[in-house]
Structure formats: C-alpha cells, structure tokens
C-alpha cells in the first residue's frame, strides 16, 4: 500500500464516527449502526451498546463481526470512488469496573459527548473489537487486504 494510501486509511478511521456493524443472526449475516472509538494504535476498536439490541444478542451467541466505515457520500458522479475500510475480528464486552473502563469511558464521552445520558442505563455495556483482518478500497483501482499489523503501521499516519 504506498504512503498517500494509508494517510487516507487514518484519516478514515479517525475522522468517521458512524460504523456499520456486521453480526450473524440465524446463520445469516445482520447489520446495524453502530458509534465506535478507535484505540490510538487501532489495535482495537470500542463500541458502546445495549444489551437488548439484537446485535449484542448475536455478538454473545458468536463472537465474529465485521465493521465497515466508508468516507462521507459527497455526491460525486461516482460513488465506487469513496475510500473505505471493512474490518473483520472478534467483540468481547467490556465490564464496569474491569482495569481501563474509567478511561475508556472518559475517551468515548470525549468522542459522543450528547452519550453521557447512556452511562446512566443499565443495559449498555461497552464491546471490544479486536480486528483480525479486512479490506480496505481506498478509490478506483486501489485495493488492498489488511490485517491486524497494517491496521497498526497505518495508525502512525
């Protein structure tokens, strides 16, 4: 992948907070919206969700799930143009009180300020996402598999 690439790639991923989120219900592939939070390193990425929402039912019965982030549509001629990014890995909840939540917390209000109101129910929890690999399209004829490590080299741009 050359350097303007993976510019775009951070850029990206820092920039976007909207992601779609992929889980498996019923053997069948399922997806939502979902807020996220990058780690600085995008090692991980943390979504913040209720319990009764179907795709944290699917994402406690089978841990795999996919998020796609896409550039803003901007209304160009050609929207197979737009840069994005679909990450595979594995969620795991993250508890109240485990090592790291109060700042985690803190990071995500920073991020989805108007959120604050959720920390007050019960039912939501934060996810962690560990990316395993994916897919990233970063304009017309510029494809390129990644993997957990690339995610890393990328989040030095």
């Not at 780690?39 to 996919?66: C, E, N, P, W």
């Not at 508890?95 to 129910?121: A, I, V, W």
Request: glycine letters at 6%.
């Amino acid at each position: 992948m050359d350097a303007q690439s993976e510019k775009v790639l951070a850029q990206l991923i820092r920039s976007t907070r909207i992601a779609t989120l992929g889980t498996l219900r019923d053997e069948a592939p399922q997806v939502s919206m979902a807020a996220y939070l990058p780690t600085g390193d995008f090692s991980a990425f943390y979504i913040f969700v209720s319990r009764l929402a179907q795709h944290t039912v699917d994402m406690q019965k089978d841990h795999r799930v996919s998020l796609f982030i896409c550039e803003t549509d901007d209304n160009r001629a050609d929207p197979q143009t737009l840069a994005r990014v679909s990450i595979r890995g594995t969620a795991e909840p993250i508890q109240n009180g485990e090592p790291g939540y109060t700042r985690l917390k803190e990071s995500y209000l920073d991020r989805f300020p108007e959120s604050e109101q959720l920390f007050n129910m019960a039912d939501f929890n934060f996810w962690k996402i560990t990316p395993k690999g994916g897919r990233y399209v970063a304009g017309f004829a510029k494809a390129y598999n990644i993997t957990a490590e690339t995610l890393i080299k990328v989040s030095k741009r």
